[in-house]
Each structure stands twice: as structure tokens, then as C-alpha cells.
């Protein structure tokens, strides 16, 4: 079993900051690709921000130039921080993340429950 929890999440003004974190915990030798998802109510789960084990990172589009993905490889934790957010950015903020139980097993992706994003004009 692999955990997934995420923090730091809230209600912030257009124009405002926050800092999620995700930690990966539980049974697994090796863990590579983390990242973030996000659901708006009424639309499709998307796809925010992604980053490798060697730290390299992709970004959607729509957060590119305000939002950084960056990893603690020691404590299994992945960090976004997010500037300049708008009300579209409101969503539920998902992490996730690909990891094996032993080196060689196929590999497996976990999510985390969630952190809600609320961003107010």
C-alpha cells in the first residue's frame, strides 16, 4: 500500500500564493514520476504539473510561468507552488505518483484524496 497526502491547500484572493505538498508513503522500494491533477465541479480531472525522479518537469499550459514542481527525492515529498492564481485555478488538487513494491515489479500509481484550492476575485 502506497499513501498519498497532500497539505497546504485554502481559500486565497486572485492574484495569490499557495505552497501544496505531497508525501509519498508506505510499501515501496522506488518511486519515480509524481505529480498533480486538479478537478474543477463539473469538469474532467486534468492534468497540472508532473516531475521525474531526475527532476524534470512538464507543465499544462494554463499554469506554465506560475506554478513550479519541485521534488524532495530524501522525503518522498514533491512540492507546488503556485503564484499568481486566478479564480479558474479553483479545483481539487489531486497528487499522484508511480512506484514500484520491489525493484523489477511492475510499477503502480497511487493517488492521494486531495487538497482544495479556492481562489476568490
Known amino acids: 500500500q502506497v499513501q498519498l497526502v497532500e497539505s497546504g491547500g485554502g481559500l486565497v484572493q486572485a492574484g495569490g500564493s499557495l505552497r501544496l505538498s505531497c508525501i509519498a508513503s508506505g510499501r515501496f522500494r522506488n518511486i519515480d514520476g509524481m505529480g498533480w491533477h486538479r478537478q474543477a465541479p463539473g469538469k474532467q480531472r486534468e492534468l497540472v504539473a508532473t516531475?521525474?525522479?531526475?527532476?524534470?518537469?512538464g507543465y499544462a499550459d494554463s499554469v506554465k510561468g506560475r506554478f513550479t514542481l519541485s521534488r524532495d527525492n530524501a522525503r518522498n515529498t514533491v512540492y507546488l507552488q503556485m503564484n499568481n492564481l486566478e479564480p479558474e485555478d479553483t479545483a481539487l488538487y489531486y497528487c499522484?505518483?508511480?512506484?514500484?513494491?520491489?525493484?523489477?515489479?511492475?510499477?503502480?500509481?497511487?493517488w492521494g484524496q486531495g487538497t482544495q484550492v479556492t481562489v476568490s476575485s
Open positions: 499522484n505518483a508511480d512506484t514500484q513494491t520491489n525493484y523489477g515489479d511492475p510499477w503502480s500509481n497511487s
Open positions: 516531475i521525474t525522479r531526475g527532476g524534470s518537469t
